[in-house]
């Protein structure tokens, strides 16, 4: 057993900022003097209150939310938003989905159960290596609204420019790009995202949605739990959250704040990243496995194009403290993930073993 901390690549549940672990740790048994654990407390106590309307807060300062915006913190991760989103959108039982990779795909299949779900565009035929030009898409004229998944996790891919959904509401799920970079909320009508890939703990989902989306007016028997509105009513307390995961990220937006804001992560984010690339462009062993202009900042697929050196270079990378680099199955290779809390250090030990596992092995 190791007692030092790993280098996490993990493309989710993944690594979290050491100091917010720290403080968390230090009021595990009493929490500002309240005698309690945070997930000892009542919901509805008045502590409580102040950690969720202070977390609430600091994510509107970070992300610049307009008012006509509502904040939600939810319970199903973000997969029980491909199904929330038709139920409560799809007035006209029609939609338009761009299908980037599996997320996509899985909340366009979804979609399929309760109305006409379009595929406006689709990267399929590369892996998932691209993104589509989306610049005149053959959007559906009674679309209730076009749907994106803006970073994809698996296929390290992000979109660069917004696509034109010629007037219609945009739907983004953003759970691998959440508050990796500044982002006009303004232009979309919901912006969601699963916060154990860039935020917090596994489990839970926040939704940005633009308030005239949040209606009684949804698809018949959908469940009260699965509307908006029954969510935004009761300022997320409708019945009991996940209380300890509001409480974490409440910090990691703290955390992100005193690093300078969602400017300074980008431009972070983009140094730490370039560090990689360079290598991965540069290296007679390894390469990225998507194109240049569409290449995610956060996760980064690699190959070598042989298997048995890919399996020993996952297994001596892991010996060497750096965990969770083998890729997802449907991509093979290696995969960096290099979230927000992954420290430039990180990234710049794993290029020099990098290096020098290709030196040794050529
Ligand atoms: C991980 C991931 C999901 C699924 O998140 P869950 O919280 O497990 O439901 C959906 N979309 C994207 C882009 C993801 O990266």
Not at 170 to 178: G, H, K, P, Q, T
Not at 292 to 306: A, H, Q, T, W, Y
Not at 319 to 343: C, D, Q, W
Request: aromatic share 10%; proline share 4%.
């Amino acid at each position: 057993m190791s007692t030092e901390r790993v280098y996490n690549f993990s493309a989710g549940p993944a690594v979290l900022p050491e100091e917010v672990l720290k403080e968390a740790a230090e009021e595990m048994l009493n929490y500002q003097g309240s005698g309690m654990s945070v997930m000892e407390m009542s919901h509805r106590s008045k502590v409580f209150d102040q950690i969720i309307k202070e977390a609430e807060k600091d994510l509107r300062e970070l992300m610049n939310i307009p008012d006509n915006y509502k904040v939600l913190f939810l319970q199903g991760g973000a997969s029980q938003q491909f199904a929330m989103i038709p139920m409560n959108l799809m007035k006209n039982k029609v939609a338009d989905y761009i299908i980037t990779g599996q997320w996509a795909k899985k909340a366009w299949k979804e979609a399929c159960k309760f109305g006409k779900a379009n595929v406006a565009a689709s990267s399929e035929d590369k892996t998932f290596s691209y993104i589509p030009d989306c610049s005149d898409l053959p959007i559906s004229e009674d679309a209730d609204y076009v749907y994106i998944c803006e970073n994809n996790t698996i296929y390290g891919t992000k979109y660069k420019k917004l696509p034109d959904t010629k007037g219609k509401i945009l739907v983004a799920d953003v759970s691998s790009c959440f508050l990796s970079e500044p982002v006009d909320v303004s232009k979309y009508g919901i912006i969601y995202g699963g916060v154990q890939k860039n935020i917090g703990p596994a489990g839970m989902v926040i939704v940005i949605i633009r308030e005239d989306l949040i209606t009684e007016d949804v698809l018949p028997q959908t469940p009260a739990m699965l509307t908006y509105k029954t969510h935004a009513d009761a300022d997320s307390l409708y019945n009991t959250p996940n209380c300890y995961c509001i409480y974490m990220c409440g910090k990691v937006f703290k955390w992100l704040k005193k690093m300078g804001g969602l400017a300074a992560m980008k431009e972070r984010n983009e140094k730490k990243a370039k560090i990689l690339y360079d290598y991965l462009d540069e290296s007679k062993m390894f390469r990225g496995t998507v194109v240049p202009e569409d290449r995610s900042l956060m996760n980064v697929p690699f190959v070598i194009g042989d298997d048995e050196l890919e399996k020993k270079f996952i297994q001596e990378s892991a010996e060497a403290g750096f965990a969770n680099l083998k890729g997802h199955r449907t991509v093979g290779g290696m995969r960096a993930s290099i979230y927000n809390a992954m420290p430039m250090e990180g990234v710049e030990a794993l290029v020099k073993f990098m290096k020098e596992f290709e030196s040794k092995n050529s």
